[in-house]
Nanobody, 125 residues
Framework: QVQLVESGGGLVQAGGSLRLSCAAS????????MGWFRQSPGKERDFVAA????????YYADSVKGRFTISIDTTRNTISLQMNNLKPEDTAIYYC??????????????????WGQGTQVTVSS
């Protein structure tokens, strides 16, 4: 069984920064891809960012492009999301997700096989 554990969420003022991390464990990993999604109350879960196993391919939602940066450390089976210039509309629960059958990053939540429990990010105005 695969476990994904997020960390790094919290409360920050608008314009501030946070760094989220997600550690994968539970089995031997080969090539894989990972991503971040977020969900606000009353809304659907939305794509935020994704990265391929090699790190050469990254995708971002238009709403976070230029402000968020996703990175991967395959030696530690960890991804991070550096979030700068945060806005109140970034407030959500952020979920880490993994695709283990492919090394190709995806924007589609249906492509992801495993999900973390989520970490709350709150941005005050």
């Amino acid at each position: 069984q695969v476990q994904l554990v997020e960390s790094g969420g919290g409360l920050v003022q608008a314009g501030g920064s946070l760094r989220l991390s997600c550690a994968a464990s539970g089995r031997s990993f080969r090539r894989y891809a990972m991503g971040w999604f977020r969900q606000s109350p009353g809304k659907e879960r939305d794509f935020v960012a994704a990265i391929s196993w090699s790190g050469s391919d990254t995708y971002y939602a238009d709403s976070v492009k230029g402000r968020f940066t996703i990175s991967i450390d395959t030696t530690r089976n960890t991804i991070s999301l550096q979030m700068n210039n945060l806005k109140p509309e970034d407030t959500a629960i952020y979920y880490c997700a993994a695709i283990l059958r492919s090394a190709t990053a995806s924007r589609l939540s249906d492509d992801y096989e495993y999900w973390g429990q989520g970490t709350q990010v709150t941005v005050s105005s």
